[in-house]
């Protein structure tokens, strides 16, 4: 049991922190979704993508893994001889929810001509029953390279596999799962706020319901999404994302200006992801001075979801011939 945060007061968490990670030889992985001061302390921020390749290759004995809960199985799902610690267990994803394993399987049972290809976002056990997974940055590279007679179950997020429908004309059986985050967005506000800046790009998550990626200029993973923030020659940015990644953004280019979209009260606060914002510095030092929470996976299962994640790493670096890619718009 970890001890109550109220007996912390007094402590340098940055410094505790810093201290127990040396001790334990431990990195410390967080996405752009986590709070600024767990991203500054980070080893490395990164997209679900990037933050399964680099716990994939860490030499460190713990990972510390500042994200949500599929994310840190995925990290023990690549490197099961290492401690896999989350802040808080309790880090879920509503697409994960929207997907449990016994229901996937069934309809998996009655769709027996398709391969499923499956989102990160959702649980081990998914995984374990799906033939590929793919992330957003991840995602149209290996769409590309499946046959196009192929059949294709895709879950947990109705919104992303509908975008990639759309893009490639291909249709796909889609599991009815939302981000309860992109979901929240307003079209209504999201144009009175393009009115007001009306030379400012929107850039979105696929996660986001379509009629959002309508007035979206760039659609793309939170990694894409930072480099169009970065590159773009406009001075401001409209972000449809969880609105932590804005951290990074004003980091890298403190001279523009960068807008969350709101949600339907003119806000962008309703968009911060709930069970991102779980994770805080206090229980970030309590897990690596108790090395609790930590992942822990059937082994069987592991190994069946280690097979999909496995096909998109080797999928998502393959060398895809030219004409694969883009054109689909
Ligand atoms: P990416 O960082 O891979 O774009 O994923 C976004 C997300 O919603 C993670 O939960
Ligand atoms: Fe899940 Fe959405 Fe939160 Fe990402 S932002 S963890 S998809 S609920």
Not at 35 to 49: C, M, T, W, Y
Not at 161 to 178: D, N, Q
Request: proline share 7%; charged share 25%; with cysteine.
């Amino acid at each position: 049991m970890n001890a109550p945060t109220a007996s912390l007061a007094g402590l340098d968490l940055r410094a505790e922190i810093d201290r127990l990670r040396k001790e334990r030889n431990a990195v410390i992985l967080a996405h752009y979704y986590q709070k600024p001061e767990i991203q500054d302390i980070a080893d490395f921020v990164g997209d679900s993508l990037e933050l399964s390749r680099k716990a994939a290759e860490t030499d460190a004995d713990v990972i510390a893994f500042c994200g949500v809960r599929f994310m840190a199985e995925t990290a023990k799902i690549l490197s099961p001889q290492k401690t896999v610690i989350l802040p808080d267990m309790d880090a879920g994803c509503s697409l994960e929810d929207s997907c449990p394993p016994d229901k996937f399987k069934a309809f998996r049972a009655a769709h027996p001509d398709h391969i499923a290809l499956t989102y990160i976002n959702c649980s081990a056990e998914v995984k374990a029953l799906s033939d590929i997974i793919v992330t957003s940055s991840s995602a149209e590279k290996i769409l590309s390279q499946i046959p196009p007679e192929q059949k294709i179950i895709f879950g947990p997020d109705k919104h992303l596999g509908g975008y990639l429908s759309r893009k490639f004309g291909r249709e796909m059986l889609l599991w009815p799962g939302v981000c309860i985050v992109h979901e929240a967005f307003s079209e209504t506000e999201l144009l009175k706020l393009k009115a007001q800046h009306p030379d400012a790009p929107v850039a979105a998550h696929p996660e986001c319901p379509p009629h959002v990626l309508d007035h979206a200029d760039m659609v793309g993973s939170t990694s894409a999404i930072l480099e169009f923030a970065k590159t773009t020659p406009h001075d401001t940015v409209i972000v449809a994302t969880e609105p932590h990644i804005i951290h990074q953004m004003e980091k890298a280019v403190p001279e523009k200006t960068f807008i969350g979209a709101p949600g339907a009260d003119g806000n962008c606060n309703c968009n911060i992801c709930p069970y991102m914002a779980l994770n805080t510095m206090e229980k970030l030092y309590i897990a690596l001075r108790d090395l609790e929470p930590k992942i822990e996976l059937d082994e069987e299962m592991r190994l069946a979801a280690k097979k999909s994640l496995d096909r998109m790493l080797e999928m998502a670096s393959a060398t895809v011939g030219k004409g694969d890619l883009g054109a689909r718009d």
